[in-house]
């Protein structure tokens, strides 16, 4: 268990064997610009913990990433200790069980349960559904996929209802994996024309939005608007030339 | 105790199956209702309504939902012999299986059966290669060790219904030979007292798949 106590009394003995021994023990494999990168980042923020961040290029992975994802070969890996563990919403039960600090996860089973619930269907069917339709217009159906988006985006509005946060006051588990809704889907929205969310039609998601960019954990580490921006309008022209 | 937890099931369902297990593991008493999902029951509705789908799990009147939801909430709830791993390391990789039974085995066997000519060519080919990644994963006689666990319930699903597709499709997706590790635990789990007094009847389960797979055939013909 590391826990910030512990790398304190390390500390007072060698400070530069240590600095690498912490800089060393949580490795996170990452790509700045993906929400799922950043889940694991928030993730770490909450619980205080340090970690040394890897920026892969997804077009020429490392060879720490093969190894260490041999099965998808995908970020985000996080690496505590020599050991990989893969799979953003894996990870992040890792670290709320492994780490002392604020709880990610509630302590009660049932609560867990209903956020494991909702965990699942935000970073699924809620998450599906949106990013079909916010590339619709070079997919199919575009209405209809702007239908079911909506029907989810509705589901999660009416959660939030007297909530600040779908995990409560605090960002959770929940919260950290809808993570895609309050920053990326806005930049995606601006990119290819389609606008999913008004106020008018989710007023308490987006109340959750201000919110949740206002978090110290979420505001201080975000990727830049405008590169995300860039990198969105791209995949719009390759989409509008490959149609 | 009975009265308090009622799980919502259906006759043939393996998500189902996987929580009649888990229960029957821990010796846990429940009230078993089989659900007809041309007919599903206010009851199901209003504790699944996103999904309205089985099973669902109530205790003392709180629903719990999607079954390997249900599989941590009774392991965490109830906690004689434990399903999952204690170390958070195995346990992480224990869901990391989970999730990739669930999200790429399962699809692509389930391709295998729904597919026609060409697609169901590379769907074979993909399903193989999952397969394969998974026989690495046996280290023991069962993927929980010496006793199940709850990877054995996720993947227990392959124990009884690759070989119903491969009768009703006509075509051999597991060959034994190559994947001695998976066979030998196939029939390992098939055979465990905790299981095989729960397989649903295997007549009825081909008749099953023979009418879904007809479906699958005349609403997508061969391209």
């Known amino acids: 268990m590391i826990s910030e106590d512990k790398n ?82 894996v990870i992040l039960e890792y670290i709320d069980e492994t780490f002392e600090g ?11 349960a209903i956020a494991r619930f909702w965990a699942k269907f935000l970073d699924g069917k809620c998450l599906e559904a949106v990013g079909k339709a916010l590339w619709s217009k070079f997919g199919e159906e575009e209405e209809k996929s702007k239908q079911e988006a909506y029907e989810v985006l509705k589901i999660v509005d009416n959660e939030l209802k ?8 605090n960002i959770g588990f929940v919260d950290v994996a809808a993570n895609y809704i309050p920053f990326w889907l806005e930049i995606v929205e601006e990119a290819t024309g389609v606008v999913l969310v008004t106020s008018e039609k989710f007023p308490h998601l987006c109340a959750w939005r201000d919110e949740y960019l206002n978090c110290s954990e979420v505001k201080e580490n975000l990727p830049d608007r405008d590169t995300m921006l860039g990198f969105f309008k791209a995949k719009v022209l390759a989409a509008t030339v490959a149609k | ?16 199956l996987r929580i009649v297990w888990a229960l029957h593991i821990k010796g846990i008493e429940y009230d078993a209702i089989f659900e007809d ?9 209003q504790y699944n309504p996103i999904h309205k789908k089985i099973p669902v799990l109530v205790h003392k009147g709180k629903p719990i939902c999607e079954s390997l939801v249900i599989l941590e909430y009774i392991d965490e709830t109830w906690k004689e012999a434990p399903l999952l791993p204690q170390d958070p390391y195995e346990k992480a990789m224990a869901r990391f299986w989970a999730k990739f039974g669930e999200e790429k085995l399962l699809p692509s066997i389930w391709s295998v059966f729904t597919g026609q000519g060409e697609e169901k060519k590379e769907a074979l080919g993909l399903a193989v290669q999952n397969l394969e990644l998974l026989e690495e994963q046996l280290k023991e006689k069962f993927f929980g060790g010496e006793k199940i666990g709850y990877l054995d319930l996720v993947f227990g699903w392959l124990a009884y219904l690759l070989d119903v597709f491969e009768e009703v499709i006509d075509l051999k997706l597991f060959d034994a030979g190559k994947f001695p590790l998976l066979s030998a635990w196939m029939k390992n789990f098939y055979d465990a007292p905790e299981i095989k007094e729960h397989w649903p009847p295997r007549d009825k389960l081909v008749t099953k798949f023979q009418v879904l797979h007809e479906k699958y055939q005349t609403a997508n013909p061969p391209k």
Not at chain 1, 29 to 57: C, N, P
Not at chain 2, 1 to 16: D, I, N, Q, V, Y
Not at chain 2, 37 to 45: D, M, R, V
């Open chain 1, 102 to 112: 604020p709880s990610i996860l509630p302590q009660d089973p049932y609560e867990r």
């Open chain 1, 162 to 169: 007297d909530k600040k946060f779908i995990g409560g006051d």
């Open chain 1, 8 to 89: 304190h009394h390390l500390k007072r003995k060698n400070k530069s064997s240590t600095q690498l021994i912490e800089m060393a023990e949580v490795k996170l494999l990452g790509v700045g610009g993906s929400s799922y990168s950043r889940r694991v980042e928030w993730a770490l923020k909450i619980k205080g913990v340090k970690y040394e961040f890897t920026e892969e290029d997804l077009q020429s992975k490392s060879p720490l990433l093969l190894e260490s994802n041999p099965v998808h070969k995908k970020i985000p890996v996080l690496i505590h200790n020599c050991k990989a563990i893969c799979e953003s919403m």
């Open chain 2, 1 to 16: 105790m009975a009265e308090e937890l009622k799980l919502h099931r259906t006759w043939s369902s393996p998500f189902g």
């Open chain 2, 37 to 45: 999902l041309s007919q599903k029951s206010p009851e199901l509705l």
